[in-house]
């Protein structure tokens, strides 16, 4: 969820205004209710951790000074509950009886986003954390979604992003050994049936390092029988979990929300439907806003999830044929015209990126023009891979950068939210693309619809409206510095960021690749100022570089 869509609704609801706060609240509920529940596993403390949650919110909304770091403020305070919580609970053993009574998160996701395969072995093996993975892994999860920064992450939890990235490894290789467990489990073994006889089926750490140690050992139990694939890639097209039906959210604020709502019913936001309608899986809900401020959920969600459509990239190649038309999908309204070069000519620091046409496939680029390079290096080394959200590097000196797109729609298709420039001091400019085909161009000799960019099977990427096609290899001269940050959310993609040379860049963009080439590289580099800069470009560095305006900055 885009705290940048929610910011009049915050400004209007720290006014006063009503309506403002009860769609603030309706809105948030679910990522909230998604953290404490998967941090707690569902336990019967949940309803009351989300409502202490909410409640201090509110009450508290007024201090909030940055609209844009909402998001980070709520998850800090559902953290901070979920400790508290933690804190004042007694030693005292769970009743057996209302422990078996209430479905565990696991199970809950499991079920209403109907979860399959390695998807539902993720989710099941959260059972076999410790409490404060559980906790970890109830945020990491979202940063994978796309629903949070790392730094988030890192300040939910009150450490460094560099501590934060130890406990996450730590974390996974935990999940990863929980996995086989959940998977050993489903086919065990004779020794495996005779180790668990005395097992009372609920998952705890001396059970987890027992069956661990009874795979390592086993050939049988020990045996995948297929690509594992990491968690990560599994759970970017896991979906939020709906507020469960009768979920009752009681908040006694006085004059701080409506005393009386005469609607009978509301849907869920616009916004909201956007994070629970990912790819595999839709879902609906509804709520009623009753006197007081409470909210209940009045609609179960759908029991099939809804048929995938796939969606058109916006800007597509001159010489690919259209994709046919899902059944019952709206005809999207044609693009803007794109002109062969931008749209304005001006010195640097007003020059922004502008759609342009494709070049007939293998026509010969311009002259590169040779700037001066003295070296630049990285904080990532000679070769940076950046495939999560909040992933950055920065580029420091002056000459070529090579920045290597690797677009994924088979985990994750969707809008693509695109990659930001920030902290700039000095100059940066896009000189040259290249890497022997744009992203939208055609890919398969069987299939009409495929492309960099996805197909009508998998789903599409789409870039943003207005927004430069990238090629595979897109280069950059950089005279100063400047932090580029991965900003994945809507759509699965990595960047591989090297510092490189005229000379690279040169071979790249007037011979192509060995095999597979279409079309020739694309020189944008005049020489002179009126060379284009990148979207997403700032002189700022803004809390979360994917609020920076999609025309650049300078």
């Known amino acids: 969820m885009d705290t940048r869509q ?47 949650t909410m409640l201090r919110a509110v009450d ?23 400790r508290d919580r933690a804190r004042r609970r007694t030693p005292a053993p769970l009743d057996e009886s209302a422990a078996h ?17 390695q998807r539902r072995e993720v989710a099941e093996a959260v059972r076999w954390l410790d409490d404060e993975d559980r906790q970890l892994l109830s945020l990491w999860w979202l940063e994978v ?33 929980s996995r086989g467990i959940v998977r050993a489990l489903d086919g065990a073994c004779p ?4 180790l668990t006889a005395p097992w009372n089926n609920r998952p705890d750490s001396v059970w987890r390092k027992r069956l661990a140690r009874h795979i390592r050992g086993c050939g049988y139990c020990g045996d995948t029988r297929e690509a594992v694939v ?19 959210l009681a908040l006694t604020l006085g004059s701080k929300t409506a005393a009386a709502v005469t609607v009978a019913s509301v849907s869920w936001s616009a916004k909201v439907m956007g994070a629970l309608t990912q790819p595999l899986v839709a879902a609906t809900a509804g709520a009623t806003i009753v006197a007081g401020g409470a909210y209940v959920v009045t609609r179960t969600p759908d029991t099939a999830p809804a048929p995938r459509v796939a969606v058109s990239p916006t800007a597509a190649s001159t010489h690919r044929p259209p994709a046919p038309a899902a059944v019952g999908t709206p005809t999207a309204s044609p693009p803007p015209v794109p002109s062969a070069t931008p749209t304005r000519t001006a010195r ?62 088979q985990y994750r298709s969707g809008s693509l939210v695109m990659p930001a420039w920030t902290g ?21 000799a069987t299939d009409s619809t495929a492309t960099g960019m996805g197909n009508t099977t998998v789903g599409y990427a789409v870039p943003p409206e207005g927004t430069q096609q990238m090629w595979q290899n897109e280069y950059f001269w950089i005279d100063g510095s400047v932090t580029l940050t991965v900003n994945e959310r809507g759509a699965d993609y990595g960047l591989s960021v090297f510092p490189s040379t005229w000379d690279a860049v040169e071979k790249d963009i007037t011979t192509g690749p060995d095999r597979g080439v279409r079309r020739y590289g694309l020189v944008r580099d005049t020489g002179k100022d009126d060379t284009p800069v990148p979207q997403y470009l700032t002189r700022s560095t803004p809390a979360d570089p994917a609020t920076v305006a999609q025309e650049s900055r300078v």
């Open 145 to 177: 979604a796309g629903e949070l920064t790392r730094r988030e992450l890192a300040a939910a939890v009150g450490i460094s992003r560099q501590h934060a990235a130890v406990r996450v490894q730590r974390m996974k290789e935990r999940l990863e050994t």
């Open 230 to 248: 990491p968690a990560e890639r599994l759970l970017v097209g896991i979906a939020l979990v709906p507020v469960p039906v009768g979920f009752t």
């Open 424 to 444: 700039l001091k000095g100059e940066l400019f896009h000189v040259a693309s290249g890497g022997g085909r744009r992203m939208d161009d055609p890919v398969s």
């Open 101 to 117: 009574e209430a479905a565990d998160f696991a199970e809950l996701t499991v079920l209403r986003l109907q979860l399959e395969g």
């Open 6 to 52: 929610w910011r009049d609704t915050i400004a209007a609801a720290q006014d006063g205004d009503r309506r403002a706060l009860d769609e603030l609240v309706e809105g948030w509920l679910p990522l909230v209710y998604n953290i404490v529940g998967r941090a707690l596993n569902g336990h019967a403390d949940v309803d009351d951790v989300v409502q202490e």
């Open 191 to 194: 020794d495996l049936r005779e």
């Open 348 to 409: 640097y620091g007003s020059v922004v990126d502008a759609v342009d046409r494709a070049p007939d496939p293998d026509t010969p680029p311009a002259a590169l023009p040779h700037r001066l390079e003295t070296g630049v290096t990285s904080t990532g080394g000679a070769h940076a891979v950046m495939n999560h959200r909040g992933d950055s590097v920065t580029l420091t000196g002056k000459g070529y950068v090579l920045v290597r797109w690797q677009i994924s729609p």
């Open 60 to 82: 508290n909304l007024g201090s909030l000074r940055d609209p844009d770091s909402f998001r980070s403020w709520l998850v800090a305070i559902a953290m901070r509950q979920i």
